[in-house]
């Protein structure tokens, strides 16, 4: 049952240049749990998005004067008001993106705390003075916000993902427009409606709703715009980045994973166990940081094995507003016969259903939690991110072959391991491939670390310090003329 509160959040107009606009034409958004259509939302195009960058071409000099002290005042207005209200936009997350409304409530507290950490950071954007290599002249380095930023999310984590770029931005100085994903746009427009009764200045955060491709391509065409940061898929982050860089755009891409989990001999198999659950079915398997691969050393396989599939029959899936459930349902059919497809290939190759295997009796895009055993790095799912609630459990038997089963794939955003031998854990570390890397934990993601992949998992990091940096320019200012 959902309370009234999320109605307040659920706009059906764009937040553009400071003012809500409606269009003729509507794209309908519909709940993943029931079908049912939640409402409707403007479908705008370049002519909209040019004008959100025009209005915030204009206000980024008065923007970017402001204090770093004032625009952290916003940034922390912006994370109370999330808190705040964090029921009722957990509620419109919820049913909008299917995920348990507990989850939906963990992810606005998470979005809400990078705001909370940019409004920290914001005070802190120091530059520097390099001792001259000359006696009459001084050097200095300033910090000064990149200009327009634009972003294009997905809608995995509706609010979240908006909020680590929108936050970083205004605490650098930069005015952002957010295009979310259609199947989730409602997060996002609340998102305006909290930036509109924060007072942010008009044009400084817009959100436009509409088709991807000519609202993208405004983004990376217009020379207005100084960035692009964008969260999704591989193929349409390296078709986006192509556009951005031939304008000369500064980019930022988290895009597609392929996590390995790999569990060695000597770890603590109950918190492994646990660990993979957390890391494999949170938001049913959707999240680019999911463990893909799950790699168990041949002494510990079949115990672990075991154990796990145990866990995962006890997952109870249902709506994600019912209580105590822990797997809400996919976000569209075509992510289910993935998921199928993954599952048959699989199995058609010699893999073994431990677990689930099968659509949830509850029907729509509702899936059991899938546990497959004996896979083989040339089943698809090896090399294929699922994005979908199946653990496909690998067999190695050395560190060396877990590595390089780990590594053995283009994509290098977060991996996993589990040991208990110290040595092991500083040499795995190292030898991984991969952007993010958690030892004994199964949960990585948080604001103050940075977040970001290598090789095809993108360029560019979101929060921690270094997440400000990819909002800003270095510019080296030379005083000469100091000799009398
Ligand atoms: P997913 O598989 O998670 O939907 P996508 O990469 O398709 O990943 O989508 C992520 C975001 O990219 C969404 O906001 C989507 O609307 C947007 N998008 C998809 N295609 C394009 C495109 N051609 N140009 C710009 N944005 C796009």
Redo the contacts with the bound molecule.
């Keep these: 049952m959902t309370s009234k509160a999320h109605k307040k959040f659920l706009r059906e107009d764009c937040y553009i240049a400071g003012e809500w606009r409606g269009g003729a034409e509507k794209l309908a958004v519909t709940n993943p749990a029931n079908g049912d259509t939640i409402g409707h939302v403007p479908d705008f195009g370049r002519k909209e998005a040019k004008e959100a960058i025009t209005a915030a071409a204009k206000v980024f000099p008065e923007w970017r004067a402001k204090t770093a002290d004032e625009r952290s005042k916003f940034c922390r207005s912006f994370y109370e008001a999330l808190m705040d209200n964090q029921d009722a936009l957990g509620e419109l997350l919820t049913l909008e993106q299917g995920k348990p409304l507990a989850e939906a409530k963990g992810e606005i507290a998470y979005g809400a705390a990078f705001f909370k950490w940019f409004a920290e950071e914001a005070v802190r954007v120091y530059g520097d003075v390099i001792p001259s290599p000359w006696a009459d002249k001084r050097i200095v380095v300033t910090k000064e916000p990149v200009g327009v930023v634009c972003s294009?999310?997905?809608?995995?984590f509706p609010n979240a993902m908006i909020a680590r770029k929108a936050a970083a931005a205004l605490a650098a100085g930069c005015p952002i427009i957010c295009?979310?994903?259609?199947?989730t746009p409602y997060s996002a427009l609340a998102m305006g409606v909290i930036a509109d009764e924060i007072g942010l200045p008009k044009g400084v955060f817009s959100v436009i709703t509409g088709e991807?491709?000519p609202?993208?391509?405004e983004?990376c065409e217009n020379p207005a715009v100084a960035k692009i940061t964008?969260?999704?898929?591989t193929?349409?982050?390296k078709?986006?980045a192509a556009k951005a860089m031939s304008n000369m755009k500064r980019v930022s891409m988290e895009l597609g994973g392929n996590a390995p989990l790999i569990i060695f001999d000597d770890a603590d198999l109950d918190r492994a166990v646990e660990g993979a659950i957390a890391c494999k079915f949170r938001n049913a398997g959707q999240t680019c940081v999911c463990a893909n691969r799950i790699l168990v050393q041949s002494g510990v396989y079949d115990a672990f094995a075991e154990k796990f599939a145990k866990r995962v029959k006890e997952l109870k899936v249902g709506d994600g507003l019912e209580s105590g459930v822990e797997q809400g349902p996919l976000i569209e059919e075509k992510a289910v016969e993935k998921v199928e497809q993954h599952i048959s290939d699989a199995v058609s190759k010699g893999a073994k259903v431990a677990a689930g295997g099968d659509r949830h009796k509850l029907g729509g895009t509702f899936f059991e939690p899938t546990v497959l055993t004996g896979v083989t790095p040339e089943m698809v799912i090896a090399k294929d991110e699922t994005?979908g609630p199946v653990a496909p459990l690998f067999k190695f038997d050395s560190e060396e072959e877990a590595i390089q089963m780990a590594n053995d794939t283009e994509f290098g955003l977060a991996s996993y391991f589990y040991t208990n031998d110290l040595g092991r854990a500083w040499r795995v570390m190292e030898a991984l491939q991969y952007g993010m890397v958690a030892v004994n934990e199964g949960i990585l993601s948080t604001p103050v670390a940075p977040f970001g992949g290598v090789k095809d998992s993108g360029v560019g990091r979101e929060g921690s310090k270094y997440g400000l940096e990819d909002y800003i320019n270095v510019k080296y200012g030379l005083f000469g003329g100091l000799g009398k």
């Design positions: 294009i999310t997905p809608w995995n295009k979310p994903a259609s199947q991807a491709a609202i993208g391509d983004f964008f969260t999704g898929s193929g349409v982050g078709m986006l994005f």
